[in-house]
């Protein structure tokens, strides 16, 4: 027999042992469903392979060698299934009933059962008395209360509410009356003649009129529409001259206060996100007043409006209700979220898509937390789309589950290049970024450059940040830097000066602290010195001549001032920068709406050590407004001013793509500083955007170590066009400014403020 033969085999005789169970009395008969070890299984079945670990339906498990075991199975044989599991049998087999075994592994089931298919659970509040009926859209009503104890509830002309009073008559119930004269219109019985008198000018029957199905209707409405009434109809009585109607209405009850002072008239229960306090400002019934069900309806929707007002467009009035005693309970309904789950991230890491979130399991749906947590989350940068959907909940289909679908991007880069100039020779470049490492979130950054002719043969820069420390999002990062680069010095009227390399190197430490949802700090502790390296052209800052060979005179000044130059401009610098940032944009990369206000300053050296004393601060402000459907306008505003012994690398500095376009890149500099951008930006098509900007500022004061350069006062402005184009190798800005000398082209990457 081969071992195909042989699994066909068994398999028919584990059908056969399912159908027809056999109790043997040779407990030393194996049925080839044996476990390894001193236990023996026995069956009136025939032997199967003994490899397979499950024991087999219909088995007996015993000890060969413990006759009180055996004992018991047989005792207990008569109460046996013929199904029981081997846990079952050994719990038989050690002393238990079968009942009990059998009702220990129903319980055992049932339980399972309810984790896995847990029954729906009802979390709606329940409140006793008769149910009070209410109608939407009344949140404005006005009241008339100049009866004392009988408010009632004026429905504007126009105003869309639902009103079922005219509705209940029907053309049969009044066919036999319609175009007979009224000879009398009353409304009654009501305890208060002043109600009458209110309600007879605003209806549409009068004496005299024939009587008309519309009118009825009509008047029905009115006066169901006060509040005052349960039921409302009409009434014919039979005169010679016609008809007398009467509009036979119904009071409601009085609601009372209970004796208990702790019980409130307004019983409001159901409630956690809203105050019950705040609640009840909202409420317009009175003490002592009869039951209005008109003011009910308001007092419903304007606690249904505060609810969608503060975010939780889930949460509502669900019942309404009298008790015997006069209090009027209001039930509210507020929905929670049962789940979280997340789909669509394989990279990243489920604990970095959940911190950013700004609602929980269990939580009370809020949409503007919701649409918040969202925003966070694409502020990452390690999606490309976000999305988020709302499913009922399985244990209580009013709860949601929400539902967060990501779709991941690219956050890596490597860059590898070359590239050659007469003043550079031959550069190798290398690069490596990573915004989502591992999935973590951690962002690291890494760029040499290699060979050139600089003094140095390298630059690198080595960054690192670590954005959650704790469950607040504190974060910390530093970098590492050492980079020789070729500069441009420009005099205060947009001329090149010295063209030349300079070098920097040092290395910084930042911690940021959340302090709220949308404010931060952030403390950077620093340490960098400059050098100038190289003379590429224009003034040779070490030997104050020019590429003709003409002296420092040609700038005019003193010699002192030119011979100083270097020591005054170039050296260490310690400091340490805080800044106070309020950001609560809807979008960092591309923001519609919102604003960012920050506050920076930097204390150097004094103390601290390095070459240079100086305080610095700047403000700025960053203000969204979406016009239309995608079109923004976008406003920057920024001050800064500077006091003591400030190398001229450190100064503000105006011009070039970042802030003053049409003008040469850092071409104003001063120890004051004022700069303001209005941009205009419009779609063009997927992935281009359209700017219309304009642009003002200045910077000036304290240059008195630029021999060079001397102050302008003067306003500068530009305007202009440009275009912003997300690539897959980062975003690309291109403008073009017109300032007052002229206008410029300006290429950059990154993103727009």
């Not at 498990?61 to 029981?84: C, I, Q």
């Not at 329940?126 to 009241?143: A, E, H, L, N, P």
Request: proline share 4%; aromatic share 10%.
């Amino acid at each position: 027999m081969n071992m195909r033969k042989k699994k066909l085999l068994a398999l028919m005789v584990t059908s056969a042992m399912m159908t027809c169970p056999v109790w043997a009395d040779d407990t030393t008969a194996a049925t080839g469903y044996e476990s390894s070890g001193s236990q023996t299984v026995t069956s009136g079945s025939a032997a199967a392979p003994a490899d397979d670990q499950k024991t087999a339906v219909n088995t007996v498990v015993t000890s060969p060698n413990d006759e009180t075991t055996a004992d018991a199975m047989k005792a207990a044989k008569s109460g046996l299934t013929g199904y029981e599991t081997a846990e079952e049998l050994a719990a038989i087999a050690a002393g238990k009933s079968p009942a009990a075994v059998q009702q220990e592994t129903a319980e055992a089931v049932h339980k399972e059962n309810e984790i896995l298919n847990p029954a729906p659970v009802d979390t709606t509040p329940q409140i006793t008395g008769d149910k009070v009926s209410y109608m939407s859209g009344t949140s404005d009503m006005q009241f008339d209360t100049s009866i004392p104890g009988y408010p009632l509830a004026v429905i504007q002309a126009g105003q869309d509410v639902a009103l079922p009073y005219g509705e209940a008559v029907t053309d049969a119930d009044l066919k036999p009356y319609i175009d007979k004269v009224a000879t009398s219109v009353t409304v009654g019985p009501v305890p208060e003649a002043q109600i009458e008198q209110k309600l007879l000018p605003q209806l549409a029957m009068r004496v005299g009129d024939a009587v008309n199905m519309d009118y009825i209707r009509h008047d029905l409405n009115v006066i169901g529409a006060t509040g005052l009434f349960s039921t409302v109809k009409p009434s014919f009585t039979t005169v010679p001259e016609g008809v007398s109607l009467n509009y036979t209405v119904q009071m409601n009850p009085v609601v009372t206060v209970q004796m208990n002072p702790v019980v409130k008239k307004i019983d409001i229960v159901g409630n956690e996100s809203l105050s019950t306090g705040d609640l009840m400002k909202l409420v317009a019934t009175t003490p002592g007043t009869t039951l209005n069900t008109a003011v009910v309806s308001h007092d419903v929707a304007n606690i249904n409006t505060a609810f969608a007002n503060a975010g939780y467009m889930m949460s509502r009035v669900s019942d309404v209700r009298l008790d015997d005693e006069g209090v009027l309970h209001i039930a509210i309904s507020e929905p929670r979220i049962e789940n979280i789950n997340l789909r669509g991230n394989t990279k990243t890491k489920n604990k970095v898509i959940m911190r950013e979130l700004r609602m929980k399991k269990g939580d009370i749906f809020n949409k503007n937390a919701a649409s918040r947590s969202i925003q966070r989350v694409y502020n990452t940068g390690y999606f490309e789309d976000v999305n988020v959907r709302l499913l009922p909940g399985q244990r209580n289909p009013k709860d949601v589950i929400v539902e967060i679908d990501v779709t991941e991007q690219k956050t890596g880069s490597v860059t590898i290049g070359a590239g050659y100039s007469d003043s550079d020779g031959l550069v190798g470049i290398l690069g490596l970024a990573e915004t989502n490492l591992r999935g973590t979130g951690d962002k690291v950054n890494i760029s040499w450059e290699f060979g050139g002719n600089t003094d140095t043969n390298k630059n690198y820069i080595f960054s690192y940040t670590h954005p959650y420390l704790n469950d607040a999002g504190d974060s910390i990062g530093f970098s590492i830097f050492d980079r020789e680069s070729e500069y441009d010095d420009y005099n205060e009227k947009g001329n090149s000066v010295a063209e030349y390399d300079r070098r920097t190197n040092g290395f910084n430490v930042t911690y940021g602290r959340v302090r709220s949802e949308y404010v931060s700090d952030y403390v950077t502790l620093e340490t960098k010195r400059t050098k100038y390296t190289d003379y590429d052209s224009g003034a040779e800052y070490k030997k104050w001549v020019n590429d003709d060979g003409q002296d420092f005179g040609r700038w005019g000044g003193d010699l002192d001032r030119y011979r100083n130059y270097l020591n005054n401009n170039f050296g260490r610098t310690n400091s340490l920068t805080w800044s106070h940032v309020f950001d609560n944009r809807d979008n960092v990369y591309d923001p519609t709406k919102g604003k960012r206000l920050s506050f920076t300053g930097t204390w150097a050296g004094h103390g601290m050590g390095g070459d240079f004393d100086y305080f610095k601060f700047i403000a700025e402000n960053r203000l969204y407004y979406k016009v239309g459907r995608a079109h923004v306008i976008a406003v920057r505003l920024m001050g800064g001013i500077a006091t003591g012994d400030m190398p001229y690398n450190d100064l503000f500095t105006l011009g070039g793509a970042d802030n003053l376009r049409g003008y040469e890149d850092d071409e104003f500099r001063g120890n004051k500083m004022y700069e303001a951008t209005i941009e205009y930006r419009y779609p063009i098509a997927k992935k281009i955007q359209g700017v219309v900007f304009t642009d003002v500022g200045n910077a000036w004061g304290g240059v008195e170590n630029i021999p060079w350069y001397h102050e302008n006062n003067k306003l500068h402005y530009s305007g202009g066009l440009g275009f912003r184009i997300t690539t897959p190798i980062g975003p690309i800005r291109l403008d073009y400014g017109v300032g007052q000398d002229g206008g410029k082209f300006h290429f950059s990457f990154g993103g727009k403020f």
